[in-house]
């Protein structure tokens, strides 16, 4: 670049970009896998970096369109859109496809008539294949939702998070284990025992 000339305008944020922003904070537990699907997406660690902090930027900007209005912007018209009923609540659900995740759909849960935002997660795309869980060797990292979970391992006590892109489910595993299972954007990073000692974990690195 010329000394002095302005810098070139930043390439506009796509959904290679969010599909980085996701793995940045799963990154935080599975940083194998982080890594590899990172390399899949022809990424470096440093443009996974830069989409995380272009995308808070975009949140934080005082001048920032509503959640919702940013997701169509970043991931385009989604693949599909609903109506459902959430106790006495109507609400939109639009679901865009990401490539990295090619059996899930990344989901916004927001208020009837394009409202305020409420959830925003991965789950499971009709028709895919949904895995078997039943024992703990099933419970793998990034192989299952928040739903999944829940549903196979009643009655699973919802817990809060420590970062609002992170979940936990209380669950009791058949053999009377009793765990906590943390996703992140809805999906399993890792188990870990409810236990009075220190955690011992499974699928960290």
Do not use: K
């Not at 970096?49 to 169509?72: C, D, F, I, K, T």
């Amino acid at each position: 670049m010329t000394p002095g000339a302005p810098a070139a305008p930043a390439a506009p944020f796509g959904p290679r970009d969010f599909q980085l922003v996701l793995l940045r904070r799963m990154a935080d537990h599975q940083p194998a896998l982080v890594d590899e699907a990172r390399r899949s997406l022809g990424a470096t660690a440093g443009d996974m970096r830069e989409a995380n902090r272009r995308w808070q930027a975009m949140v934080r900007s005082p001048r920032a369109r509503g959640s919702l209005a940013r997701y169509r912007s970043v991931l385009g018209e989604p693949a599909s859109r609903s109506r459902r009923t959430v106790g006495d609540l109507e609400c939109d659900v639009l679901r865009w496809r990401l490539p990295l995740w090619p059996d899930l759909l990344f989901e916004v849960l927001a208020a009837a008539g394009g409202g305020a935002v409420w959830n925003e997660w991965l789950v499971r795309a009709p028709g895919a294949p949904v895995p078997a869980l039943r024992t703990r060797d099933d419970l793998r990292p990034w192989s299952c939702t928040v739903d999944e979970v829940a549903r196979a391992f009643p009655p699973a006590r919802p817990l809060q998070g420590d970062a609002p892109t992170r979940s936990r489910l209380a669950i009791t595993l058949p053999d009377g284990t009793a765990c906590v299972a943390d996703f992140t954007w809805g999906l399993l990073q890792r188990l870990v025992d409810r236990v009075d000692r220190p955690h011992t974990s499974i699928g960290t690195s």
